[in-house]
């Protein structure tokens, strides 16, 4: 099993910079983890992802302003949001896939965090 702890959501202004954490902890090896977000009245939607071997896959809305990495030592995954607008703004989530290479497919994904709530005001 992998457990899976979101942080780093916050209100913030337009053009504005956040980096959302993700903590895993349980297996620690041989995984993937996707960043998804819900917005109010929305369905959950693909934002980024990164595979074990850290290759990585963006949501067009995103590409250019977004950057997933991870750190192993760490068991942590990161999502810095650059240059945020209030469209942005949602219930953003990590999720793991226990295979090492990543989707796009919220259903491929095993493992939920609870979310972490990201406010983008104009």
């Known amino acids: 099993q992998v457990q899976l702890r979101e942080t780093g959501g916050e209100l913030v202004q337009a053009g504005e910079s956040l980096r959302l954490s993700c903590l895993a902890s349980?297996?620690?090896?041989?995984?993937?983890v996707g960043w998804f977000r819900q917005a109010p009245g929305k369905e959950r939607e693909f934002v980024a992802a990164i595979n074990w071997g850290s290759s990585d896959l963006y949501a067009d809305s995103v590409k250019g302003r977004f950057t997933v990495s991870r750190d192993h030592a760490k068991n942590t995954a990161f999502l810095q949001m650059n240059k945020l607008k209030p469209e942005d703004t949602a219930v953003y989530y990590c999720?793991?896939?226990?295979?090492?290479?990543?989707?796009?497919?919220?259903?491929?994904?095993?493992?939920w965090g609870q979310g972490t709530q990201v406010t983008v005001s104009s």
């Open positions: 999720a793991a896939r226990l295979f090492v290479l990543a989707s796009r497919s919220a259903n491929e994904y095993n493992y």
């Open positions: 349980g297996r620690t090896f041989g995984y993937s």
